[in-house]
T-cell receptor, first 113, second 116 residues
Framework: QKEVEQNSGPLSVPEGAIASLNCTYS??????FFWYRQYSGKSPELIMSIYSNGDKEDGRFTAQLNKASQYVSLLIRDSQPSDSATYLC?????????????FGKGTLLTVNP | GAVVSQHPSRVICKSGTSVKIECRSL??????MFWYRQFPKQSLMLMAT?????????EQGVEKDKFLINHASLTLSTLTVTSAHPEDSSFYICSAKLAGGPETQYFGPGTRLLVL
């Protein structure tokens, strides 16, 4: 199993719908998790971080972490066309001291007006 | 807060020349910075981890003599692509981790390199 896996998509949702992005990870990546958004031609920007089991909400975004099942997800409520981007899931290497993040390949989300 | 800048944002150079890219943390100290490369429609590829005051740690397959990294201060890391060739053309992005903070990485805006 690759360390961080994402469905590459593309995922297409209508405006106003909930977009659900999922990510699974291996044992080597099990400390902290991050969701980044990357617009075409731009660098990634941090959306949310999550460290413990459960849900974490920030505005329209909710991150969910389930360490027993080794998955992390991102829900985007009331999706807007401006949310159209590639979403990158990343995890930190367990027990590592160099703080490296391992990124998934990203899921392309398109929100249709 | 947590703003990272890169300079230049775009560079075009001739094959065989060297190009230096700067990465600065503007409002925080970063003991650790990271350099990534991203080819079109592909994911981020970590090239190296840069620690202030020590040698960079390169990922497997990345030539340390070709991609020189210097992290001389808590707010500045530089990547020099030596003797650049067309296959080095890519989007180079740095990120920085807050000193003493969690693993969160804040990304710079990236440098687009085109080698002719």
């Amino acid at each position: 199993q690759k360390e961080v896996e994402q469905n590459s998509g593309p995922l297409s949702v209508p405006e106003g719908a909930i977009a659900s992005l999922n990510c699974t990870y291996s044992d080597r990546v099990s400390q902290s998790f991050f969701w980044y958004r990357q617009y075409s031609g731009k660098s990634p920007e941090l959306i949310m971080s999550i460290y413990s089991n459960g849900d974490k909400e920030d505005g329209r975004f909710t991150a969910q972490l389930n360490k027993a099942s080794q998955y992390v997800s991102l829900l985007i409520r009331d999706s807007q066309p401006s949310d159209s981007a590639t979403y990158l899931c990343a995890g930190s290497n367990s027990g590592g001291s160099n703080y490296k993040l391992t990124f998934g390949k990203g899921t392309l989300l398109t929100v249709n007006p | 807060g947590a703003v990272v800048s890169q300079h230049p944002s775009r560079v075009i150079c001739k094959s065989g020349t060297s190009v230096k890219i700067e990465c600065r943390s503007l409002d925080f100290q970063a003991t650790t910075m990271f350099w990534y490369r991203q080819f079109p429609k592909q994911s981020l590829m970590l090239m190296a981890t840069s620690n202030e005051g020590s040698k960079a740690t390169y990922e497997q397959g990345v030539e340390k003599d070709k991609f020189l990294i210097n992290h001389a201060s808590l707010t500045l890391s530089t990547l020099t692509v030596t003797s650049a060739h067309p296959e080095d053309s890519s989007f180079y992005i740095c990120s920085a981790k807050l000193a003493g903070g969690p693993e969160t990485q804040y990304f710079g805006p990236g440098t687009r390199l085109l080698v002719l």
